[in-house]
């Protein structure tokens, strides 16, 4: 799950490659790299860690190829060293890779026994001597890669250039997004469109198992036969996306700030507002009346979009809804059959074990409909209906926007759903829809709340374990609110049920670890109020997440309380993930983390 960019140029490209990868490093941040051809020759600039690194480096040692190839890495195999960082070279050729090679130890075995000298851990240095080991047999470039292509296992975008060729990069895709673009004179190479956003915005998608011939000149495309095939080219809307920070220090305060207005914006292209109803923008793929069963698939943040939509469509479509994370959906052969559908929830719309599912979803004869933010994506290109979150580019890698987005499309198409089937009056989704109406200006009250939110986070800073607690919806939201808290503050903290707590985790609390309780005035409040006292009488701390009148009638000695806007409950969940995120996000600043680009993370998992 890395980032690669290419350009057959008519000016240096060292600059513009990074540029480029400033534009993928959501896809990974451990270490960079790119390699042009100086007087002829393969030249390589790679540094560990953020690509400021590799920048200065190119300050101090700079390129002037105008071909080249550049790489942002998220570590699959081997540590995250520059001798690991891409390009990886051999004397003939450099080459970027995102994915995973599977077979590269039978790879390396038989490459080694014929005399190939590996210097790194990673699986894509085989790639790199298998077209080299090729090439060593008389093959031109294009007869090297077409023979090694169909050797290789596993998911992958690949980018070569070759040492002494001033007019050839060369593509490959399988499993994992790649895109070309057309420019003056100029070609370029990247894993998603916005990449190549400030070069061009006239671009074509690879499809699976192409492989591309880039020069000044044009670009050639090849299917997996090795047949010549034509691609469409398409105009992209990603340059119009301004990817910058506002007034704000960091991108993820700046999405969860825009939550308000792209919430709303998502709402107004799914609600007809005057008449008080869900209008989806596409029909339908199926029958609903005939839906017999509703399965949710996807990952972290958006299985917990889903999870909350469990009790939507359960709720007012009254379909049994079956929910599972995509990396044990694809391989546990659930029984599928054509009378159902199938959602997954993707924001990237790329990642693996999520794209998998839906694979197999649509192999059993499923209908799919995907609720997705990259309308170019994958996910969404091969869905049978897009359902699409009007978010906006999320370059922080916690998801914000993305989530609340999630959930307005999810509960419209609950109500959707839910009215075509029978099971929900035309008064009851006007009165629902009101209600959705009314979440973006309750999004931006919550979102005032943040000096109060700013001020629990000092005690969560503190912490070494956090609980999050809710009931209902807001069990699948403090599991996120957990997430959150995890991956960018590196505080350990569980999501519960609050009903759980009794049957296990409640040995855990004492006076140090600080209980987040997500609490809204709906039809368990009462039962979650039984469950903070018994947290009260053994001495936890509780942080709680309501409106006035539910802390109120609690009458529990809080040790903070961020007060939520009064509202009715059915789609708290997507006001209450503010809060969450917002104390997430506070912590972590504390701490001094990088919440941006957190340790270990990307933000778009094309490996499973
Ligand atoms: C957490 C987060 C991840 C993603 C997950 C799925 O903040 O962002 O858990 O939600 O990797 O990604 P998408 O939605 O792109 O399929």
Redesign the pocket.
């Known amino acids: 799950m890395c980032g690669i960019v290419g350009i057959v140029g008519r000016e240096p490209v060292a600059g513009r490659l990074v540029e480029a990868l400033k534009r993928l490093e959501y896809r990974g941040y451990d270490s960079a790299g790119v390699a042009t051809l100086e007087a002829g020759r393969l030249v390589r600039r790679r540094a560990e860690g953020k690509l400021r690194n590799l920048e200065e480096r190119l300050a101090r040692e700079p390129l002037q190829g105008m071909i080249g190839v550049g790489h942002t890495r998220w570590a699959t195999h081997g540590r995250p060293t520059e001798n690991n960082a891409h390009p990886h070279a051999s004397e003939r050729l450099a080459v970027v890779h995102n994915g995973i090679i599977e077979n590269f130890r039978e790879l390396r075995e038989e490459l080694s026994a014929r005399g190939h000298v590996f210097a790194t851990e990673t699986d894509t240095e085989v790639v790199a001597h298998l077209v080299t080991d090729e090439m060593d047999g008389g093959k031109s470039p294009r007869e090297a890669v077409a023979a090694a292509l169909p050797r290789l296992r596993g998911a992958f975008a690949l980018g070569f250039v070759f040492d002494g060729q001033e007019n050839l990069l060369i593509a490959a895709r399988q499993g994992a997004p790649l895109a070309v673009g057309y420019g003056d004179g100029e070609t370029f190479l990247g894993s998603d469109a916005l990449a190549l956003a400030p070069f061009t915005d006239t671009i074509t998608y690879l499809e699976d198992g192409d492989w591309a011939v880039l020069t000044r000149e044009g670009v050639e495309f090849f299917d997996a036969r090795n047949a010549p095939v034509t691609r469409a080219r398409l105009r992209t809307q990603a340059s119009a996306f301004l990817i910058d920070k506002g007034n704000h220090r960091h991108f993820m305060a700046k999405e969860i700030h825009e939550q308000p207005e792209v919430v709303g914006r998502t709402l107004a292209h799914y609600l007809d507002m005057s008449q008080g109803c869900v209008r989806l923008p596409f029909d339908l793929p199926f029958d609903a009346s005939k839906l017999t069963r509703l399965t949710i698939v996807?990952?972290?943040?958006?299985y917990y979009a889903g999870l909350v939509a469990k009790y939507w469509f359960e709720r007012y479509a009254r379909i049994p809804v079956e929910i599972d994370v995509a990396s044990e959906f694809r391989y546990r052969e659930p029984p599928l059959d054509a009378t159902g559908l199938t959602i997954v929830?993707?924001?990237?719309?790329?990642?693996a074990d999520?794209l998998a599912s839906l694979r197999y979803a649509k192999e059993k004869g499923q209908k799919t409909v995907a609720v997705v933010n990259v309308p170019t994506s994958t996910i969404a290109r091969e869905c049978d209906a897009p359902a699409l979150t009007l978010a906006g580019p999320e370059i922080g890698?916690?998801?914000t926007k993305?989530f609340t987005c999630q959930l307005s499309v999810l509960a419209c198409l609950a109500i959707a759903i839910g009215r075509a089937r029978g099971a929900l009056s035309l008064e009851r989704e006007s009165a629902l829809v009101s209600q959705l109406i009314a979440v973006p200006g309750l999004l931006a009250e919550a979102i005032k709340r943040e000096p109060k939110i700013e001020q629990v986070s000092a005690t969560l800073a503190k912490a070494s374990d956090v609980l999050y607690l809710g009931r209902g919806a807001s069990f699948p939201l403090a599991m996120e609110g957990a997430?959150?808290l995890k991956?960018i503050s590196y505080i350990h903290a569980e999501g519960y049920a609050a009903g759980e707590l009794k049957h296990g985790p409640i040995a855990l609390i004492d006076e140090s670890m600080p209980v987040i309780v997500i609490a809204p005035h709906d039809g368990v409040y009462e039962k979650t109020v039984s469950n903070m006292q018994e947290v009260a009488a053994r001495g936890g701390r509780i942080i709680l997440i309501a409106d006035n009148r539910a802390a109120d009638e609690a009458a529990i000695d809080f040790h903070a309380v961020v007060a939520m806007p009064a509202m009715e409950p059915d789609f708290a969940p997507i006001v209450y993930a503010a809060p969450a995120q917002l104390l997430a996000y506070h912590t972590a600043v504390i701490m001094g983390n990088d919440v941006d680009q957190p340790r270990h993370l990307a933000?778009?998992?094309t490996v499973e």
């Open positions: 996807a990952c972290g943040t958006a929830v993707s924001q990237s719309g790329e990642t999520t890698v916690a998801s993305a997430l959150k991956e933000k778009s998992v």
